[in-house]
């Protein structure tokens, strides 16, 4: 059975820096896949964060770019987002997500790390 395992959320101060990590484990290959962050609040749509092809290439949320990095291990089939200059409105939910689009094709999330960002 697949799972996703998140740590790394929690409380900081605006100006602080957190930095999340994602295990994977159950058998899911690690070619042609993409990981990634994504983030939700309350009364709104989840909204990607960024995502790491296991070939390196890496997409942001353009508002996040500057202060957000996504990086990966395969051995440790792990990925990670240092999130620097946190600010209120960076508290959300933070997912992780594994997926492949090509055969064999899955999606799996895990199931979330709150952040917060508060004085």
């Known amino acids: 059975q697949v799972h996703l395992a998140e740590s790394g959320g929690g409380l900081v101060q605006p100006g602080g820096s957190l930095r999340l990590s994602c295990t994977v484990s159950?058998?899911?290959?690690?070619?042609?896949?993409?990981m990634g962050w994504y983030r939700q609040v309350p009364g709104s749509q989840r909204e990607m964060v960024a995502t790491l092809t296991s070939g390196g290439t890496a997409d942001y949320n353009r508002s996040l770019r500057d202060r957000f990095t996504i990086s990966g291990d395969n051995r440790k089939h792990t990925v990670y987002l240092e999130m620097n200059n946190l600010q209120p409105e960076d508290t959300a939910v933070y997912y992780c997500?594994?997926?492949?689009?090509?055969?064999?094709?899955?999606?799996?999330w895990g199931q979330g790390t709150q952040v917060t960002v508060s004085s």
């Open positions: 159950g058998g899911v290959g690690f070619s042609g896949n993409m």
């Open positions: 997500r594994v997926r492949r689009r090509i055969t064999p094709v899955y999606d799996y």
